[in-house]
């Protein structure tokens, strides 16, 4: 049976199935604030739990997971995948839309298929800062997500250190995405635009 709400981790957050989640934070500590709790939950709670981090190494967020999470069962059964930026959104050398959408129904709906009853994914998306081909597409890819979301039971985090990205692409960023994680509250976005208007917008 679906959960009506997803725990986020963090005292008074919760989500709902299908949400699609930008979240914003100053640094690394303030991701892991957010990232670790989250993954906690999921794994606390029997979901799949697919991550893909860029700022550091997979090793690190699972350490960070901390010694009272029984991590040996569950990587062994693949409930928790942490997952490089090299080796996903820019697997070849280059981001493609079409290629990390593959990726998502691959990682969620295998393990949908597999016996979970709920996914959880979290991307940290400084990896399209590198001058790299497709990385341009980043926004279009973001209102596709939202076209995959309902295909399974899951919840979606993406991850944007403000500093480093422009004012102008954080606005696109908005309109990509029905909900924001910032200061701790999860906000209903009234700039979000549906898949269709956004991309229209776009041509």
């Known amino acids: ?103 998502w129904d691959r990682e969620v709906g295998g393990a949908v298929e597999g016996g979970f009853s709920f996914a959880r994914a979290a991307g940290e998306m400084t990896w399209a800062l590198r001058q790299l081909p497709g990385v341009d597409e980043l926004i279009g890819y973001e209102s596709r997500l ?16 403000l500093d480093m990205f422009s004012g102008e692409l954080l606005v696109d960023v908005l309109k990509t995405h029905p909900k924001v994680l910032l200061g701790g509250m999860v906000l209903d976005n009234p700039y979000y635009l549906e898949p269709d208007e956004f991309l229209a917008s776009r041509n």
């Open 146 to 161: 939202n076209q995959f979301l309902p295909r399974y039971p899951q919840v979606i985090l993406c991850f944007y250190e």
């Open 1 to 103: 049976m679906l959960p009506s709400s997803v725990a986020v981790g963090i005292p008074g957050v919760d989500l709902a199935p299908g949400d699609h989640v930008c979240v914003f934070y100053p640094g690394l500590a303030e991701r892991n604030e957010i990232l670790i709790p989250y993954l906690r939950a999921g794994l606390q709670a029997g979901d799949k739990c697919v991550c893909v981090v860029d700022a550091d190494e997979p090793d690190d967020v699972v350490s960070a997971l901390g010694p009272d999470v029984d991590l040996g069962g569950r990587l062994g059964r693949q409930q928790l995948e942490v997952q490089r930026s090299q080796d996903t959104y820019l697997k070849g050398g280059a981001f493609s839309t079409e290629a990390m959408l593959e990726f």
